[in-house]
């Protein structure tokens, strides 16, 4: 099987774009082609050009580069990786497409056109090849009728989720002519290479994740207009309670669009005239007139909510599903809620709300639903999966649920569920029946919290379970046994081969006092000749937020500032010696990497990145300065290196460092972490978040493999540049200040930043200790955790999650 280096993506509309930016992201030669204009435009007209011009007929092609280019959020990891799309057209271009060892059509849904394309690509297309359809509504089979047995044996349906960057799921269905090592090289290359969470779905309308999730909406609006629910009671009991996204139903219709909904809906109306639950598939007459009016939700301004401002600000008037007038917010107030959120553990809070459905009415709208979906999902397996797992997966990495359905049915209990749904009038499958018959009384098997089997309809049998090779699941290491010490905010696990990993599972892993507890234990135990490296990372949704602003908050609420600065003085201290640490330690940072989270990282001696890190050192926007090593590790490695160099003057390296921080500048990619000098060039960058631990621990091992040698026991000197650098960076503070960019503080804030960087009151430039850096750090830390303004920052941030500029 050709080993897929150059991509050819043929539509270059939205979704088609967002794949052809992946694919650039991910470093591989992209060509993206459209259809050439039939008839000039005016402008074209008005210049005399012809439609033999190589620029009109590239004219859409490259109007959907631009349009790559200019999304927000940002399709491209870097603005440079658009350098890699070469874009075309298909009556020049064609040879691109012969050139390539991916060919993926996101043309327009109409299988005539479809059908057309794929007769051409067949014609030039080289042996091993695979050609893929994004489609999200045509039958995969149908696309690939007609077309030679080689064509047919390299094609499948590739269906990614929009925007193709952000979202993690990607859909692969095979037809009964795919070859096995077709898909199986597709698979590996999703996985690996895009950093996509891969599920096999089979060739049935929507597939997995649209079918089951639109499912879930279409019986949430039923059930809500049968029974008088409020958009806002629907929204307030649908989202994180049970473990959906904030936006939940009506405010997540809004997002995606009311049309966009309707024509998935109506796909499964049209294409699924079997399905026992069909006139579910129907859009309700509200939602009809809505259509009528054009209310299509965010795109539109007007949806289910639409945005009024008034003597109260900014609010979100929510619709009235009996007259579609929009009517004054009024928060609902359920006393199951209070109860549920006090259950912290999902499956928990999930039986405790199913189970009191005949007594309430928040519950009996969520018992309702719940039970519906997950009924429905099982049985359409094997219709439209045959893995229980590629459903549940579809469900969190498409929708990011917390919870699949069939994992919904095992915390409600299988056996406890399905005479709920007997008692409703709901149809169990008769495989699930089958396997309670059977005394099988759970979808998955587990071993203390560690997925071991899981049960397969086709075979009526529990089937062993493993993460796919390459990956580590660090709740499953515990679930071994290999958790080693363990406090409400941190573990150390063992990796296996000698690696340990120091894990934070901190609320937003904020940086607290017993992470840094545990960090020590760590170290100490690295000392010990069993261990040869340390792996820093988790597996939450972010890495770090940065240190725990709540709990410095009440310390110097409660007039302990020494015991604040103490706290600070020890994790630098911390920090440092990871950095000095005489075996490895490498970092791996994912989601958000914000102020300690990113000096953390900058103590390793190696960095595994997530692409998607969104690093940035913010402390500024808090009223202090980073103090655990930040600053001192940025002149160490961007100011340093130019006072080295015979002639070169680091002062601009200076003011970009200078600048980088004060402007509390967070990257959008690991690649722009890089450019803003929070990852290093020998660091690397992972696509599949899913995989950084273990290629982490890959890292870790190289570097010992290669006689890791350990910075010198006292560090390295840095260059401070002294009076001469702050007077320059003075001078930058003056002329924003004067330009009212910035406040009086402001001005303090960054006035100290500017000190700590140039290493003080130095009448010239010298090389100065690493902790002579890390003192003027903490006494800068230390004076401004008093200060009155810098507090009421913190405040904010606690309060309100915005910065307050005072």
Same mark, same amino acid.
């Given at each position: ?56 007929? +590239? ?160 019986? =949430? ?22 473990? +959906? ?37 129907? @859009? ?88 519906? =979906? ?77 997925? =071991? ?93 940065? @240190? +725990? ?43 958000? @990497? ?211 500029? +005072?």
């Amino acid at each position: 099987m050709t080993r897929i280096q150059k991509v050819a993506v043929i539509g270059a509309g939205t979704m088609g774009g967002g794949i052809a930016a992946l694919c650039a992201n991910a470093g591989l030669q992209v060509a993206l082609l459209d259809v050439a204009p039939e008839q000039l435009n005016d402008e074209e007209r008005a210049r005399g050009a012809s439609l033999d011009d190589r620029a009109v007929r +590239n004219r859409i092609v490259a109007a959907g580069l631009a349009r790559l280019k200019a999304a927000r959020p940002a399709a491209l990891a870097v603005p440079e990786r658009a350098e890699a799309i070469t874009v075309g057209n298909l009556v020049d271009d064609m040879a691109l497409v012969a050139a390539a060892d991916w060919i993926i059509e996101v043309i327009v849904e109409r299988l005539d056109a479809k059908r057309a394309l794929m007769e051409r690509i067949d014609a030039v297309r080289h042996p091993g090849s695979i050609v893929s359809s994004n489609t999200s509504g045509i039958p995969i089979a149908d696309i690939a009728a007609g077309r030679s047995d080689s064509f047919r044996a390299h094609f499948m349906g590739t269906h990614f989720f929009n925007p193709p960057r952000y979202l993690y799921l990607l859909e692969v269905i095979p037809t009964a002519d795919t070859a096995p090592a077709a898909l199986a090289a597709m698979v590996q290359f999703a996985d690996e290479r895009l950093g996509k969470g891969v599920v096999i779905a089979r060739d049935r309308p929507n597939f997995i994740g649209n079918r089951i999730f639109n499912y879930a909406g279409q019986v =949430t609006v039923h059930y809500a207009l049968a029974h008088g629910y409020s958009v806002e009671e629907v929204d307030a009991l649908t989202g994180e309670l049970i473990g +959906n996204p904030r936006t939940a139903t009506f405010r997540l219709i809004d997002l995606v669009g009311l049309d966009v909904m309707q024509h998935v809906t109506q796909n499964v109306y049209e294409a699924a005239p079997d399905d026992e639950e069909r006139e579910l598939f129907r @859009v309700p007459a509200p939602l009809a007139t809505m259509l009528q009016r054009g209310w299509l939700g965010n795109k539109a301004g007007v949806g289910f909510y639409r945005e009024v401002r008034g003597a109260a600000g900014r609010e979100f008037w929510p619709l009235d599903l009996t007259t579609l007038e929009h009517v004054a917010p009024r928060k609902p107030r359920f006393d199951l809620v209070t109860r549920a959120r006090r259950i912290d553990v999902l499956r928990d809070r999930l039986r405790f709300i199913v189970d009191r459905a005949d007594d309430d009415r928040a519950a009996a709208l969520l018992a309702e639903t719940l039970l519906r =979906t997950v009924a429905y999902a099982a049985r359409r397996v094997p219709e439209i999966a045959d893995r229980l797992i590629d459903v549940d997966n579809a469900m969190r990495w498409g929708f990011n649920q917390q919870l699949g359905p069939f994992e919904v049915w095992d915390a409600i209990g299988v056996a406890h569920g399905a005479e709920l749904m007997r008692r409703r009038g709901i149809a169990v499958a008769g495989w699930v029946e089958a396997m309670l018959a059977a005394g099988v009384s759970s979808f998955y098997q587990r071993e203390h919290g560690r997925v =071991t089997g899981v049960y397969d309809p086709l075979t009526a049998q529990v089937v062993p379970y493993a993460p796919p090779a390459g990956m580590i699941v660090l709740d499953d290491l515990r679930g071994a046994g290999a958790e080693l010490a363990r406090n409400p905010s941190a573990s150390i696990l063992d990796l296996g081969d000698g690696v340990l990993c120091l894990e934070f599972h901190a609320k937003v892993n904020a940086i607290d006092p017993l992470i840094d507890e545990m960090g020590r234990t760590a170290l100490r135990m690295l000392a010990d000749d069993r261990w040869v490296a340390l792996v820093i990372g988790n597996q939450g949704s972010d890495f770090s937020a940065g @240190v +725990n602003l709540a709990v410095a908050a009440m310390s110097v609420a409660q007039g302990k500032i020494d015991e604040v600065r103490q706290a600070g003085r020890a994790t630098q201290q911390l920090f440092q010696a990871i950095r000095l640490s005489p075996k490895p330690v490498v970092a791996a940072p994912h989601g958000r @990497v914000l102020g300690g989270g990113v000096e953390i990282c900058l103590a390793a001696a190696r960095r595994v990145a997530a692409a998607e890190s969104y690093m940035g050192l913010v402390e500024l926007g808090v009223g202090l300065i980073p103090g655990w090593g930040g600053c001192k590790e940025f002149v160490r490695r961007h100011v340093s290196p130019h006072a080295r160099l015979a002639g070169i003057d680091p002062l601009p390296a200076l003011q970009r460092v200078f600048e980088t921080i004060a402007l509390a500048k967070v990257s959008e990619s690991a690649e722009q972490a890089r450019a803003l000098g929070y990852l290093a060039e020998d660091d690397r960058i992972v696509m599949n978040r899913a995989r950084l631990i273990a290629e982490a621990k890959r890292e870790a091992l190289a570097l010992v493999a290669a006689g890791y040698v350990a910075p010198p026991a006292d560090g390295e000197p840095v260059y401070a540049i002294g009076r001469r650098g702050i007077a320059a960076l003075r001078i930058g503070i003056h002329a924003m200040r004067t330009g009212g960019y910035i406040s009086d503080y402001d001005v303090r804030l960054a006035t100290e930043l500017a000190t700590v960087l140039c290493g003080g009151d130095l009448s010239v430039g010298q090389w100065v200790s690493e902790q002579y850096l890390l003192d003027l750090e903490f006494a800068a830390t230390a004076r401004l955790i008093t200060e009155p303004r810098t507090q009421a920052r913190i405040m904010a941030i606690l309060q309100d999650g915005k910065p307050l500029r +005072n």
